[in-house]
């Protein structure tokens, strides 16, 4: 995360979110909740928003699935499909 500039205490909430998921597999099964987690960002075109999830998950080496919610024809249907097909 040291090749982005953000403001050093959404740095760190950002960061102890993501570490606070990757140990929680286990409580979440217990719960019967899907192991999933999303975060949403947003901002102006060029504000390094794709920079800053590529850096945290190349930090705690994990998958990263981008959805343009820009998308022609992105309905609520088609969305929740997308959502769903995520493994």
Not at 2 to 7: A, E, Q, W, Y
Not at 47 to 67: C, D, E, F, M
Request: glycine letters at 6%; charged letters at 15%.
């Amino acid at each position: 995360m040291d090749s982005v500039v953000i403001p050093v205490d959404v740095n760190e909430l950002l960061i102890e979110d993501a570490k606070d998921f990757m140990i929680s597999e286990s409580w979440y099964g217990q719960c019967g909740i899907p192991w999933q987690c999303g975060w949403l960002l947003y901002g102006m075109p060029s504000s390094r928003k794709t920079p800053i999830i590529q850096a945290l998950t190349g930090s705690l080496r994990i998958n990263i699935y981008v959805v343009s919610l820009a998308k022609h024809g992105l309905d609520d249907m088609n969305l929740s499909k997308l959502l769903n097909s995520i493994p």
